[in-house]
């Protein structure tokens, strides 16, 4: 088969024939993607829970310095949360804190919403905090 005779243009420029390539994502060859793709499910299977867990457990510990109540008698010496009245987890992840009348006062911390990244419910109703509302409650 004879390969194509290259094209010239008007301006004297010789155009090369055309030439299937294999494509190319970013520069890379298809080794060089397949352990791109390899090393990305592998990094998205290994477990956050421990991260996630121990920043979770610092917020909750920061709550439980600024605010007194009856439900906050948790046993901090716990490495997880997930056991603590009123703390709601699913998969090693806080995602609810329930402590409604517990008669809580004190001023909930401003940082403790944006550490609790899985928290889906919130219930403080009928107890005796201050203060502003956190405005990480409003992201």
């Known amino acids: ?75 901090v010496s716990q490495q997880s949360p997930c056991g603590w009245a009123g703390v709601l987890c699913e998969k090693n992840k806080v995602v609810g804190l329930s402590l409604p009348g517990c008669s809580l006062t004190g001023e909930i911390p401003a940082r403790i919403i944006r550490n609790l990244t899985e928290l889906r419910v919130l219930s403080l109703r009928m107890n005796a905090l201050q203060g502003p509302l956190p405005l990480d409650l409003l992201q």
């Not at 005779?5 to 090369?16: A, I, W």
């Not at 990094?43 to 439900?71: D, H, Q």
Request: with cysteine; aromatic share 6%; proline share 7%.
């Open 1 to 75: 088969m004879e390969s194509p005779s290259p094209k010239f243009h008007d301006n004297g420029n010789v155009q090369p024939p055309l030439i299937r390539r294999r494509r190319r994502f970013c520069g890379m060859g298809h080794n060089q993607l397949v352990l791109l793709v390899v090393f990305l499910v592998v990094i998205k299977m290994l477990p956050a829970e421990k991260s996630n867990l121990g920043s979770n457990r610092a917020a909750l510990l920061e709550l439980w310095k600024e605010v007194s109540g009856r439900t906050l008698l948790w046993n």
